[in-house]
């Protein structure tokens, strides 16, 4: 399993590497004495081979650069060019997703943040408030149980359970396919809860118009500094749970501050699914979006049509 | 960040070069990873060991070329290296600096035989 956050779409190669390493190491190893790490059942303790530069396979080599020469003609190696993206094929599917979304006129945002702010009340509420106006649905990732899911379905709004197992993230393909499963109708929103967690999500493009970040005021507001790379990753910043604020020595405009180091471009909102505040502007947001997507599609239908029209004339005038 | 995926990833492109190229063993895997792709490389480092094993790749060596962090300073509207996404920028010590580059994660080749 990953030593950072455990992720892996691979299952079973994860056990077979449990089974590998579970027997000791007779190479030397480079890391530092005392290196620790913590397992799912909490206990934290050294390891002597937690880290594995391994001597005899696999070495790292650090700030070799271009210039490393190598002598393919030497031996019986030669080199091949691959100048391939490492994501490059959840990218992929991201992009089929995204051109899925847009000939469909649906806005698709993708709601990222840490386990416990409020992203699944947030999305209830605001189901809630906005059923009557637009087609809502949801994709809900999770490692396990459908409870979330469960939760929006009782809104009313169709909702697609994706458990990760081990993985630690949504990605292109696995929405891919519960994209098929919803058949999601023509000009609607589809809200996407990712697995929560700060960290990997960022990296991986669903598809989506964009990326909203939820951070609670319960969390402390040095989190964007913690957890760059999703704020960095985030066009929106919604401030969750600001019903709680007199209860919290919570710094709203040095938390905002923080996230805009990382991320001067970031919009932000501070709301609560709670008491309602700030969800009028949070839900304009939304519809703005999916207007914009359902005008798009519109166009392309009538550049369609136009075009229609044009070659049954031209058929006309020949045949 | 999500060090078994990439891992993942890694050993698909490698997979698929085999069978279009026929190659049987790869001895060498060079990776560019950019400063700011927020990639942890012990990990990695760990996960290809485990993803690599019973692959054609299995021992190979990982060279690794990382490529510095560069953004675009809003502030002074300037290209600036950046080593991480929280520093200000070096010119006017603002905050005002959006990545530009090393946020690139590839496999540029591979020695095989």
Same mark, same amino acid.
């Given at each position: ?72 003609? !030497? ?46 009340? !947030?999305?209830?509420?605001? %189901?809630?408030? !906005? ?30 359970? $994706? ?31 990712? $697995? ?14 964009? +990326? ?35 209860? !919290? ?55 369609? +049509?136009?075009? %229609? ?7 006309? $005038?020949?045949? | ?15 698929? /070069? /085999? ?15 950019? =400063?700011? /792709? ?21 021992? =190979? ?26 520093? /200000? ?9 959006? =990545? ?14």
């Amino acid at each position: 399993m990953c030593t950072v956050c455990g992720c892996g779409q691979g299952e079973t190669r994860i056990e077979g590497h449990d089974d590998e390493n579970a027997h000791g190491h007779d190479h030397p190893h480079t890391h530092e004495p005392g290196h620790a790490h913590s397992h799912a059942d909490g206990a934290t303790h050294s390891h002597p081979h937690a880290t594995h530069f391994h001597q005899h396979q696999g070495d790292l080599h650090y700030g070799l650069g271009p210039a490393h020469a190598h002598a393919p003609g !030497l031996s019986q190696e030669r080199m091949v060019r691959i100048e391939q993206d490492i994501l490059g094929k959840n990218n992929a599917y991201a992009d089929g997703n995204r051109k899925h979304f847009a000939e469909h006129g649906i806005f698709a945002v993708n709601l990222v943040s840490s386990p416990g702010s409020g992203k699944t009340t !947030l999305l209830v509420k605001s %189901i809630d408030l !906005l059923k009557d106006k637009a087609k809502v649905a949801v994709v809900e990732g999770d490692q396990q149980t459908s409870n979330d899911a469960d939760r929006i379905r009782a809104t009313g709004a169709p909702a697609i359970q $994706v458990n990760t197992g081990k993985g630690c993230h949504l990605d292109a393909h696995m929405v891919g396919h519960a994209l098929e499963r919803l058949a999601l109708p023509d000009d609607s929103l589809l809200m996407i809860e990712n $697995v929560g967690n700060l960290v990997c999500p960022a990296a991986f493009d669903l598809g989506e118009a964009h +990326k909203v970040v939820i951070l609670s005021v319960t969390e402390g507001e040095d989190k964007p500094l913690k957890y760059p790379d999703m704020f960095n990753a985030a066009d929106l910043m919604l401030l969750n749970k600001i019903d709680l604020l007199p209860y !919290l020595n919570f710094d709203v405009a040095q938390c905002i501050e923080y996230a805009r180091r990382i991320n001067p471009k970031l919009e932000v909102m501070q709301v609560s699914a709670t008491s309602g505040a700030g969800m009028e502007e949070w839900l304009a947001w939304l519809t703005a979006g999916l207007d914009v997507a359902i005008a798009a599609r519109q166009q392309n239908v009538n550049l369609l +049509k136009k075009r %229609i029209a044009e070659l049954e004339a031209r058929l006309a $005038v020949n045949g | 960040m999500h060090e078994m995926s990439l891992a993942e990833g890694i050993l698909q492109i490698v997979e698929d /070069a /085999a069978a279009r190229q026929g190659f049987k063993r790869v001895t060498e895997v060079r990776l560019e990873i950019g =400063a700011l /792709a927020g990639v942890e490389i012990e990990a990695l480092g760990f996960c290809l060991d485990v993803v690599l094993k019973d692959s054609v790749a299995e021992g =190979a060596r990982i060279e690794l070329e990382k490529t510095p962090g560069t953004g675009y300073c809003l502030g002074c509207g300037e290209t600036v290296p950046v080593n991480a996404l929280y520093e /200000a920028c070096p010119n006017c010590g603002g905050y005002q600096v959006q =990545a530009t580059g090393g946020t690139e994660m590839r496999v540029k080749d591979l020695l095989v035989e």
